[in-house]
């Protein structure tokens, strides 16, 4: 019952949205509209001088724009190159620390292996001390 009603209320809002969007005016920014009276006739000059103001605006509006946003593509190019930098830096340390991790861990593994053979000589050393004295008795 409440999933036929939350798909229903769903449906309801969709079909809501798009009926009164379907009443609105979509004007473009550049769009100036102009009203007339009854009976003033406007020339055509007049006209276009408008029109080209409008456009000559709207251009300095885009290569404004156009220029803020090639501004900060190269700044964001460049600091991508500047983040890539820095990781090849970092990979260069983590690299030498690696090398330098596992130079220590085969070190360390050598050295453990001669304290269990020493360990074990002295084992063996105990040991036959210990028969000996078995030996003595």
């Known amino acids: 019952m409440k999933k036929k009603f939350l798909i229903l209320s769903i449906i309801l809002t969709m079909t809501t949205g798009i009926a009164l969007a379907e009443g609105m005016v979509f004007d473009p920014t550049e769009y100036q509209a102009t009203t007339t009276q009854k009976g003033a006739v406007q020339s055509n000059a007049s006209i276009e001088k408008k029109t080209q103001a409008s456009s000559t605006y709207a251009q300095d509006a885009i290569s404004g724009q156009n220029s803020n946003f090639d501004k900060a593509l190269f700044e964001l190019d460049s600091a991508q ?30 050295l453990g292996d001669q304290i269990k053979t020493i360990e074990r000589r002295i084992k063996e050393i105990e040991r036959s001390k210990s028969q000996i004295r078995k030996t003595m008795i």
């Open 81 to 110: 190159v500047n983040i890539r930098n820095e990781l090849l830096d970092y990979k260069a340390k983590y690299q030498e620390v690696d090398t330098q991790y596992k130079l220590i861990k085969e070190q360390r593994r050598v």
